[in-house]
DNA sequence: ACAGAAGCTTA
DNA sequence: GTAAGCTTCTGTT
């Protein structure tokens, strides 16, 4: 570069983002893949480009590059944590247009420059000043404040879409300030946007009028109590560090130490071809008639190039792969809902259904990622087409024990690698194979992977994406934005036959069979660690995962759109992950010594109850065996009232035996009593320090999000979903769920839930009032039907109405009600026949379900939740009438479920918020366990029982109230 | 070694 | 009558 040259600095990042809130919303025609912001992009470019060539102007560029952020977290993350800390995840459909925009610049032949670790601002200020210092003259192609500091004599800026040149006249009027001031005045007012904290109180004019009167910062807070006015001198006194960790933060970088040089953006005259090429696929199709008449090229003579993003332009592509052809295919699946004529994500979803399913799966086509030089290559490829799907392999299922061992990654179908990091040689001797050589080692491959991971502009797929996001952040990143396919497909498809794990998906959508695990690690006993895979067989395994995850959210992610529930998965399920993820890392302490001394007690108490057993029955049977123990009961000793189970054997259910027992037998009583004290010993107390984790001390229950078909969690390894809490021996096991000494638990459970959300959607105007009066709502009911007034009423007739309530909720029947209250049938049938007559709402509520789930196959929750119940159509009366129940009380659950998720989605923020410490640890469906120093417990239930109660809104506002109850102690049984 | 049934725990 | 998960026993692979 020479004195007269002309750099133009394009600030990439900073155009995306205003190009995509400024221009109006744009989607790729054929498949609606958003392009609003590239769109613009290109535009900008051409116009700047055609300029140069036009001398009029008097700008004319001889020296290009357009720059761009490389990852979010930079230097001055380590200067300032928060710094652009509370930026959210940018736009769902921005996310593919960050590559889109890095193949659109190279497209027009200019170079795309980013460095990781720095923004692009400090690379804009870097070579502002190589330019200034070579003698050429700069311009800023960005209208950013923050880059305002650079303008001077040579280096000006020019805002494309306002047409507006910016130099010092335009910052001094602007701001008041000359650009070289412009540092410590951001670093006095500080940028909400990015988190620069600036001193509270000082907004432009202020730091203008300040910064006149004391020339600069320094000398402004060395004299800051020369102010006058009383409130700006304290904050400016008080906040003096942070006005210097904020002049820091804006202050840009100069001396980057950059890979290429000036010379390495000489501009080249377009390649008229390659650019049209781009334009055609992207279809814009006057830009591509604009540049076809510039360059002298014809535009039919081109072809539209193949777009790792989103390549539906593909569409009549590679016809390979057996099974059901294409168009069947992709018909099959459309006839099953109503599609829309033109209906632009049912269309999309078609056409990647069809790519995805037909391009051929090759296991033996992955890449062994071996070297950091090909890990960096396939990172920039991830960043180039804006979309990871990726896969860890690690040593445990149990994500918080697990150790990795690789990761598979894959950016396009069929495009997939994978990355050994700790795999050993297979001989099993006691010292263990050693390492394998041609491995990357885990702390310099996740060096290179964390940028990517946490990178905004990438999205990242998983498939059950909660263990990886576990597992990573025991490794310090933080994986984000990010999508899960088997959430997808819950959100889609609960209910449906098929399941949501990779096999069952992979089968449905892609007719495919991935490779088994069992298959490469063997099974049984001569079963290995994948660890101890060869690494071929690993890449096969580990990457085709990867390969068919990222098939699966080309197929699946469309038709949340075309199926309307985006909104479920973004506001119910995806932002549920990071939370439960941060549940079960924080774990529950548990007391290892109340649950020995408890096992010591159940097993004495077992031990009594067998010798008595023994006794009466006369010979040493295993009583735990229903077979041995029903023969012996009805068969030999001849008990009366024997009924059979569907297998034939003779039931012993404890139901049956408390009948028994009730008419004087002595043996029947002592068998459930036995079966309850080995039931808490085996399940609760044996089996819980087991799971206590050797680093942590504290027991990680492990939530599944996908498991259930009415939305709600559930609770493994262990449950503790299911501790016990109806009897006084099982509530001892409560007791062993503790805190530390200055610590509280505090549990905070919905009253009544399932009940509100009925009187809420069905419309019940005496069970609203109730609510609405905080009145013993099976009273209410009891009154109602039996006519009898709430005051005296005798506990029996209130436990009946309970009953009928509750059955209710679960889809009532006269047999189940009769089987509960211990009633006839008919007395049961006679009931419900009086309580609809009282609730005649209640009736319609249930026949309008009936009739909806019939029509459609499904029901929804009032937030939109979809569960199917394809068996409601059966000819089978009783399993169609299952369907039926099941269908009614999903709404309610479902409901119930839904706003206790709403609920813990905003907890984290709004006890943050509140400055307090707790931290939530446990759901039980209604219930929320959280820990918390004890000082802050009377702040803390507030707000909690303030997010809980108001869960449901904005979306919904409920015609009940929601009631919370909550309480704190020192363990799980007190506060409950 | 695994799968299903029976039984029991929770909301 | 709804929704789950875990343990034990039992019979099959």
């Not at 504290?698 to 009415?710: M, Q």
């Amino acid at each position: 570069m020479k004195k007269g040259d002309h750099l133009f600095l394009i600030d990439g990042s900073g155009y995306i983002f205003r190009a995509y809130h400024a221009l109006p919303p744009l989607t790729r025609k054929s498949d609606g893949l958003p392009v609003g912001a590239v769109s613009g992009f290109c535009n900008m470019l051409w116009k700047l480009m055609q300029d140069a060539r036009n001398t009029d102007v008097g700008i004319v560029p001889t020296h290009f590059a357009v720059i761009f952020d490389y990852s979010s977290k930079t230097f001055r993350n380590d200067l300032y944590p928060e710094y652009k800390a509370n930026r959210s995840a940018p736009p769902e459909d921005l996310i593919p247009q960050f590559g889109l925009i890095r193949q659109a610049t190279r497209a027009f032949n200019l170079p795309c420059v980013e460095m990781e670790g720095f923004e692009a601002d400090d690379l804009i200020a870097t070579y502002c000043r190589l330019a200034c210092e070579a003698g050429g003259d700069t311009t800023i192609i960005s209208s950013d404040k923050d880059l305002m500091q650079l303008v001077g004599e040579t280096v000006g800026m020019y805002d494309p879409m306002k047409d507006r040149q910016i130099g010092i006249p335009e910052v001094v009027e602007k701001w008041g300030v000359p650009p070289e001031k412009m540092i410590d005045l951001q670093a006095l007012t500080g940028d909400s946007v990015d988190n620069v904290p600036g001193v509270p109180g000082i907004g432009p004019k202020t730091a203008a009028q300040l910064l006149e009167q004391f020339g600069d910062l320094d000398e402004l807070l060395a004299r800051a109590g020369e102010i006058k006015q009383e409130k700006r001198r304290e904050s400016i006194i008080a906040n003096a560090d942070k006005a210097r960790i904020s002049r820091q933060l804006v202050t840009l970088k100069n001396d980057v130490p950059v890979a290429e040089g000036l010379d390495d953006f000489v501009l080249h005259a377009p390649d008229g071809p390659k650019l049209i090429g781009f334009l055609k696929t992207m279809e814009f199709t006057s830009l591509t008639r604009r540049v076809a008449e510039a360059t002298g090229t014809e535009a039919g003579d081109v072809q539209a190039i193949a777009v790792p993003v989103e390549r539906a332009d593909n569409a009549h592509g590679p016809d390979v792969g057996a099974g059901t052809p294409p168009v069947a295919r992709a018909a099959e699946i459309e006839t099953t809902e109503t599609p829309k004529q033109g209906d632009t994500p049912s269309l999309l979803a078609a056409l990647r259904l069809e790519r995805a399913a037909t391009a051929k799966i090759d296991t033996s086509a992955y890449e062994g990622i071996r070297d950091i030089a090909t890990l960096k290559a396939w990172v920039a490829e991830a960043r180039e087409a804006g979309i990871a799907a990726f896969d860890v392999r690690a040593t445990s299922t149990d994500p918080m024990q697990a150790e990795l061992i690789g990761l598979a990654m894959a950016t396009a179908p069929g495009r997939a690698g994978y990355i050994p990091f700790a795999h050993k040689s297979g001989n099993g001797d006691l010292l263990g194979g050693g390492m394998l050589e041609n491995q990357i080692p885990l702390r310099e491959a996740l060096a290179v992977l964390k940028p990517l991971f946490e990178d905004r502009s990438v999205l990242k797929i998983a498939q059950n994406l909660k263990y990886d996001l576990v597992i990573m952040s025991r490794y310090g990143i933080d994986v984000a934005p990010f999508d899960d396919t088997m959430l997808i497909s819950y959100v889609l498809d609960a209910g449906t036959p098929h399941g949501h794990g990779m096999d069952a998906l992979a089968d449905k959508w892609l007719g495919h069979k991935p490779l088994q695990l069992k298959d490469v690690t063997g099974s049984g006993k001569s079963s290995v660690g994948f660890d101890q895979v060869d690494i071929d067989r690993a890449t096969a395994h580990a990457a085709e995962d990867a390969d068919v995850t990222l098939r699966l959210w080309l197929v699946l992610k469309p038709r949340l759109a075309a199926k309307g529930l985006v909104s479920v998965y973004e506001r119910l399920e995806r932002p549920l992950v990071p939370v439960l993820a941060r549940m079960e890392q924080r774990g529950i302490s548990v007391d290892r010594q109340i649950l020995s001394r408890l096992s010591g007690e159940l097993a004495q108490g077992a031990a009594r109850l067998e010798e008595e057993i023994y006794l009466l029955i006369g010979e040493r049977i295993n009583i735990g065996s229903p077979k041995q123990l029903g023969d012996i009961l009805f068969g030999r000793m001849g008990l009366p009232g024997g009924s059979k189970t569907k297998t034939g054997q003779w039931s012993t259910s404890a139901q049956l035996l408390e009948d028994l027992a009730a008419e004087g037998h002595e043996l029947p009583r002592k068998i459930v009593d036995w079966r309850q004290l080995t039931k808490l010993k085996s399940t609760y107390t044996d089996a819980l320090p087991g799971f206590v984790n050797p680093d942590t001390k504290r027991v990680h229950t492990s939530y599944a999000l996908a498991a259930t078909t009415t939305g709600r969690l559930s609770s493994s390894d262990p449950n503790l979903q299911n501790i016990p809490v109806r009897t006084a021996e099982g509530r001892k096991i409560r007791t062993a769920f503790i805190t530390d000494k200055s610590l509280r638990l505090v549990s905070a459970d919905y009253s009544q839930i399932e009940l509100r959300v009925l009187a809420h959607v069905a419309e019940i105007p005496q069970l609203r009032q109730a609510f609405a009066d905080g009145a013993d709502i099976h009273a209410i009911t009891a009154s109602e039907m039996f006519n009898v007034p709430v005051e005296g009423m005798p506990s029996e007739v209130r436990r009946r109405a309970k009953a009928i309530n509750f059955g209710i909720i679960y889809g009532i029947s006269a047999f189940g009600l009769a089987n509960q209250l211990s009633i006839p049938r008919e007395e049961a049938s006679a009931y419900i026949k009086k309580y609809f007559e009282r609730f005649p709402g209640i009736r319609d509520y249930i026949e309008e379900t009936k009739a909806y789930a019939r029509e459609h196959g499904f029901v929804e929750t009032i937030f939109g939740r979809r569960i199917h119940y394809p068996d409601i159509r059966s000819s089978n009366p009783s399993l169609r009438a299952f369907n039926e129940r099941a269908s009614i009380n999903a709404r309610l659950q479902g409901t119930a479920a839904d706003i206790i998720r709403r609920a813990m989605i905003r907890m984290e923020e709004a006890l943050d918020k509140a400055k307090l410490s707790a931290r939530m640890l446990l759901q039980v469906h209604d219930e929320l366990i959280f820990e918390t120093v004890e000082v802050e417990v009377e702040a803390t239930i507030p707000v909690v029982r303030h997010v809980m109660e108001n869960a449901a809104m904005p979306a919904v506002s409920m015609s009940v109230p929601l009631h919370v109850d909550a309480r704190a102690a020192n363990n799980w049984d007190e506060a409950h």
